[in-house]
């Protein structure tokens, strides 16, 4: 059994095809079985360009189903979106696992806010710090009211 942690080792396992023990080892980040035993790859670092991630692709989920498990009050269907990864801060108490603070480019989030209200017009942003850089949380919040 093979778990995968990033697009990347998908896309490294593919490019191996018939795989081993010995080209597991090689995928960072990568947890799988073997005879029985849970092996863990040493994590990969974070994605520091998270503009160059591709747009979830939102055709492949019904919104009908998807409204099932993320109800936000809303009559209408509703999608969400995360413009951020990571925290700025080191809180002691804090679940975050991910050191360090990445963010898209308002640009980046306007377009994809863009795809998603041509499709469903409801929109959750789900950052755990959207508005940690004033700044952008602004230029996005205006941008989408000018292209309301």
Known sequence: MIFFSFPQDIEQLHNLGEHNEKDLISIEGLSYRINGNIQHNPVLPPIKDIDSLHFT????????????????????????IITSRGCPFSCKFCYSLTPGYRSRSPGNVLTEIGKIYKRSRGLSIVDDNFTVNRKRCITILEGVLKNN
């Not at 055709?59 to 209408?76: A, F, N, V, W």
């Open 57 to 80: 692709q939102r055709d492949l989920i019904s919104l009908e189903t998807y409204k099932q498990y993320y109800r936000i009050g809303l009559k209408r269907s509703s999608d969400v």
